[in-house]
């Protein structure tokens, strides 16, 4: 690759902007099951229905008959009509009510384990403890939560 040095900046930028949309994702879908139906609703229509019709009237322009034509189309339009619906169903359930009382769980875990790592940290300075000993100070961090 000629100046593959100079084009190393560019991509570090593609990098860091898919870490950056990751976490926006992961930040602002706080479900897991609502992602993969958002993705789902996206991505299997356009596997299942969409594509595969395309494919076929490109491949076989020429060579079809009005009904393989007609069948082609229907699946694109079942799958496009699919997308649709899969993608508003989605979006709605996501932007619920929902969504708001997972939030506030979630807000609840982070501080929980921020106040953890908060007295493990100082139970540790404070008792000057051993690398050794560190596990066994884990093990009664955690079970006394």
């Known amino acids: ?6 084009a190393i900046w560019k991509g570090n930028i593609l990098r860091a902007l898919v870490v950056l949309l990751t976490g926006m994702v992961v930040i602002l879908i706080l479900n897991f099951a609502d992602l993969v139906a958002l993705v789902g609703a996206c991505c299997c229509t356009l596997l299942s229905f969409i594509l595969p019709g395309l494919f076929h ?6 060579e079809m008959n009005l009904k393989e034509q007609v069948l082609d189309w229907l699946l694109i339009i079942i799958g496009v009509v699919g997308t649709i619906f899969g993608v ?12 708001a009382s997972t939030a506030d769980s979630l807000i609840t875990s982070a501080k929980n384990v921020t106040e953890s790592v908060i007295q ?13 000993h560190v596990w066994s100070l884990i093990n009664t961090t955690t079970e006394q939560s």
Do not use: M, Q, Y
């Open 1 to 6: 690759i000629p100046d593959a040095g100079k």
């Open 57 to 62: 009237l490109c491949l076989f322009k020429g």
């Open 88 to 99: 508003w169903n989605s979006v709605v359930h996501i932007s619920s009510t929902e969504t």
């Open 120 to 132: 493990f940290t100082t139970d540790v300075i404070t008792r000057s403890v051993a690398p050794s």
